[in-house]
Structure formats: structure tokens, C-alpha cells
T-cell receptor
Framework: DTGVSQDPRHKITKRGQNVTFRCDPISEHNRLYWYRQTLGQGPEFLTY????????KSRLLSDRFSAERPKGSFSTLEIQRTEQGDSAMYLCASSQVGGNNYGYTFGSGTRLTVV | GNSVTQMEGPVTLSEEAFLTINCTYTATGYPSLFWYVQYPGEGLQLLLKATKADDKGSNKGFEATYRKETTSFHLEKGSVQVSDSAVYFCALTEGGYQKVTFGIGTKLQVIP
């Protein structure tokens, strides 16, 4: 297993367009998380899945954002009608259920630039 | 709610200097504590962790001790190298689903 993969690495889009990012977690991990990181800040929690169930969404996740994990494996994060304020690094992470001992495995992120 | 406060950078040190990056936390229960590192252009990597009071996490010469009485988890390294230049994030999790709360990150620059 090569770790958590995110695609694309970089995305430049015009304001108002829709974008979709993909995350492939470590195969045996049943938890998947999305975070957003803006310049000079730590990552902020957006949402997480256990298997295919989306169990929590941050208030940061406006109605324009939607995340899915249809078969409990890969996940997609879609942003509709992008705004300049959406420009950030979007990080995906996965972990295995069983307590707080493991820490996350992060992907390299998708950097979104809205122009 | 939970929060993590860490010293703002950037921190600039000469090679072989001693490093301390301060981190304090606020949590309602008994969190697990972590340090993550982010090298330029890369994602976050778990550096070390501690899951209960007085535990010491260590990795690659870095260490941090979970101090419940001072709610702190300071990162230390005895002799930094140029390759340690990165951004370091203190973080905690609390609760069964491992949602992580991060600090703002401290940029470390080590000069030869």
C-alpha cells in the first residue's frame, strides 16, 4: 500500500465553476477525513466518514460543499460555484478505528486556486 | 471546545542548536497529543504521539512529554539539522472518532 493518494495535486479554476477532488485512503482504514488548510494556518476539520457513512460535518462545510464515500473506499469532495475564499489546500487522511493511538495518515493534498 | 496553542514562528536556528517549540492545549477530557511535521510541498506526517499523562513520545531525535498538570506538550530536539526545516503542528484528538484539532503550526528554519 502506498499510503493515502489525492488527485489532482493542483487545481486552478475560475470563480463559479465546480470542482471535484478524489481521495484514496489506505485500504484497511475504515475512517476517512477531509481537512482544509489555508496559508499560515493549521488544518481545519471539514468532515469524516466511517466506512460509507458520513458521521460529522463541520459548520465550515457550507451547502456548496458535498462529500461522498459511496462504497466505503475512495471519497470525493465537490465544491460547487467556487469562490475565491475556497482557495486552500484540501487534505485527506485515513485511520483505523480502535482509539486515539494511531494518528492519521495524510495524503499530500490538493491545492485549489480560484481565480 | 478543544484548542491547541503553539508558539508562532518562524524559528531560525543554526545547525546543531537545541530546539524547543512550545505547545499548550485545552480539552475537556483526556486527549491524545501529537506532533505532525510538514515538509515543503508535502502532506503532514505524524512525528510522535503520547496518549496519556507523563508519556514521552519520541522519533528521529525529537521528543515531547505529555504534561497534564501544565497542559503542555513541548517539542524538543537536542541538535537540529538543516533537514529538520519544516512546519511543525501540535495537535490533539479526543473522542472515539479521532477528530484532530491542530495548532497554527510553527515554521522552523535551520541554517548551516
Amino acid at each position: 500500500d502506498t499510503g493515502v493518494s489525492q488527485d489532482p495535486r493542483h487545481k486552478i479554476t475560475k470563480r463559479g465553476q465546480n470542482v471535484t477532488f478524489r481521495c484514496d485512503p489506505i485500504s484497511e482504514h475504515n475512517r476517512l477525513y477531509w481537512y482544509r488548510q489555508t496559508l499560515g494556518q493549521g488544518p481545519e476539520f471539514l468532515t469524516y466518514f466511517q466506512n460509507e457513512a458520513q458521521l460529522e460535518k463541520s459548520r465550515l462545510l457550507s451547502d456548496r460543499f458535498s462529500a461522498e464515500r459511496p462504497k466505503g473506499s475512495f471519497s470525493t469532495l465537490e465544491i460547487q460555484r467556487t469562490e475565491q475564499g475556497d482557495s486552500a489546500m484540501y487534505l485527506c487522511a485515513s485511520s483505523q478505528v480502535g482509539g486515539n493511538n494511531y494518528g492519521y495518515t495524510f495524503g499530500s493534498g490538493t491545492r485549489l486556486t480560484v481565480v | 471546545g478543544n484548542s491547541v496553542t503553539q508558539m508562532e514562528g518562524p524559528v531560525t536556528l543554526s545547525e546543531e542548536a537545541f530546539l524547543t517549540i512550545n505547545c499548550t492545549y485545552t480539552a475537556t477530557g483526556y486527549p491524545s497529543l501529537f506532533w505532525y511535521v510538514q515538509y515543503p510541498g508535502e502532506g503532514l506526517q505524524l512525528l510522535l504521539k503520547a496518549t496519556k499523562a507523563d508519556d514521552k513520545g519520541s522519533n528521529k531525535g525529537f521528543e515531547a512529554t505529555y504534561r497534564k498538570e501544565t497542559t503542555s506538550f513541548h517539542l524538543e530536539k537536542g541538535s537540529v539539522q538543516v533537514s529538520d526545516s519544516a512546519v511543525y503542528f501540535c495537535a490533539l484528538t479526543e473522542g472515539g472518532y479521532q477528530k484532530v484539532t491542530f495548532g497554527i503550526g510553527t515554521k522552523l528554519q535551520v541554517i548551516p
